[in-house]
């Protein structure tokens, strides 16, 4: 089992940047796969990125939205049990609430179905 906890939330105008975390508590961070989701008022949960199980390094170990490619990244630093979103070029859609999601083994799904764990998630605003 983990638990995760997000941080790394804010405020900020848009084509700015934000550097988003996950700790995660428990043993064996590399097992698992961590994806990013958000959620904006009024709309469903949408997957953002999502890195599988691993040092996240191999080719293909990342996938993203196409609303986010270019300018959002998602890595891990299993030595210190944490993921990382780095986004770049905020643009005021990207504001919503952000949650890390994590399955051992997993693959890094595009389906919040793919997820077991899932942290309280951190607040984005993109402002105009």
């Known amino acids: 089992q983990v638990q995760l906890v997000e941080s790394g939330g804010g405020l900020v105008q848009a084509g700015g940047s934000l550097r988003l975390s996950c700790a995660a508590s428990?043993?064996?961070?590399?097992?698992?796969?961590v994806g990013w989701l958000r959620q904006a008022p009024g709309k469903e949960r949408e997957f953002v990125a999502a890195?599988?199980?691993?040092?996240?390094?191999?080719?293909?170990?990342?996938t993203y939205a196409r609303s986010v490619t270019g300018r959002f990244t998602i890595s891990r630093d299993n030595t210190k049990n944490t993921a990382f979103l780095q986004m770049n070029s905020l643009k005021p859609e990207d504001t919503a609430v952000y949650y890390c999601?994590?399955?051992?083994w997993g693959s890094g799904s595009e389906r919040l179905s793919g997820y077991d764990y899932w942290g309280q998630g951190t607040q984005v605003t993109v402002s105009s």
């Open positions: 428990g043993r064996a961070f590399s097992s698992y796969a």
């Open positions: 999601a994590a399955r051992q």
């Open positions: 890195v599988r199980w691993g040092d996240g390094t191999t080719t293909g170990s990342t």
